[in-house]
C-alpha cells in the first residue's frame, strides 16, 4: 500500500497532467469508483466528474501548477495535504489544504480548503 507521501504526489500529479487522456488514466488508478471531492467552489462525485473539474481547474489557471507544500501525513486512512497553486517556478497564488481520505491505498473523498478562496464566475471549482 502506498505512503501518504507518494499518494500526494500521485493526486497533484493528476491535477498537473494536461493530457486528457494520460489524466483520466491517472484518476482512473487514483480513485475509488465510488469517489468524491469537495472545495469551497465545487462538489464532484465520481471519477467522470472529479476528472472534469482537474480539467476545468486547468483551463481556468492557465500557465499554472499544483505543488507539494511539505509532506504529507496522516493516520488510520486519512491524510493531509499542504499544496501551493503557482506559476512554474513562481510564487503561490494559492495555498490549499487537502483532506485526503483514503480505502486500499486509493482515494475515496477530498475535501480541499483554499486560502485565499478564488473568485470565479463559472464553476465547477479552482482546485485540490
Do not use: C, K
Not at 499518494?7 to 491535477?15: E, Q, V
Not at 489524466?23 to 480513485?31: A, F, K, Y
Not at 504529507?72 to 499544496?83: E, K, T
Amino acid at each position: 500500500m502506498p505512503g501518504f507521501d507518494e499518494l500526494a504526489g500521485r493526486y497533484l500529479a493528476s491535477w498537473n497532467e494536461r493530457d486528457p487522456a494520460r489524466r483520466r488514466v491517472l484518476v482512473d488508478e487514483l480513485w475509488t469508483d465510488d469517489a468524491g471531492y469537495a472545495d469551497p467552489i465545487v462538489a464532484a462525485e465520481g471519477r467522470d466528474a472529479i476528472d472534469h473539474v482537474m480539467a476545468t481547474a486547468q483551463r481556468q489557471f492557465p500557465g499554472m501548477v499544483y505543488r507539494q507544500a511539505g509532506r504529507a501525513d496522516g493516520h488510520h486512512g486519512v491524510a493531509r495535504l499542504v499544496w501551493e497553486l503557482a506559476p512554474a517556478g513562481g510564487p503561490a497564488v494559492i495555498v490549499g489544504l487537502a483532506v485526503m481520505v483514503t480505502e486500499r491505498g486509493r482515494l475515496r473523498r477530498v475535501y480541499g480548503f483554499l486560502d485565499p478562496v478564488p473568485v470565479t464566475t463559472t464553476s465547477p471549482g479552482a482546485g485540490s
